[in-house]
């Protein structure tokens, strides 16, 4: 018997486009395209991308919380440490 992976994403998409801001925490199931900036916290169970010149900084409690998502795939600037199935 082999073990599925059940994917949490629910198909929905969301974008951060470059020169948008974002302070806060973001939360949510489906993926997430970053090519601006999100200052916060980040739980997504779907993938997230940070596009070049995409960046995201943990902030929140001290220490902040982990960054996590899924998946993740970097071309940008993470500062703060991540969580993942595939990192």
Excluded: F, H, N, Y
Excluded at 11 to 38: F, N, P
Excluded at 70 to 86: C, F, N, T, Y
């Amino acid at each position: 018997m082999t073990a599925k992976r059940e994917r949490t994403s629910t198909g929905a998409r969301g974008r951060l486009g470059a020169g948008l801001e974002l302070r806060g925490r973001l939360d949510g199931r489906g993926d997430l395209e970053l090519e601006g900036r999100l200052v916060g916290g980040l739980d997504v169970a779907g993938e997230v991308r940070v596009a070049p010149g995409g960046r995201i900084e943990a902030q929140g409690d001290d220490p902040p919380a982990p960054l996590r998502a899924r998946s993740l795939r970097v071309a940008g600037l993470i500062v703060g440490d991540v969580q993942g199935e595939d990192v």
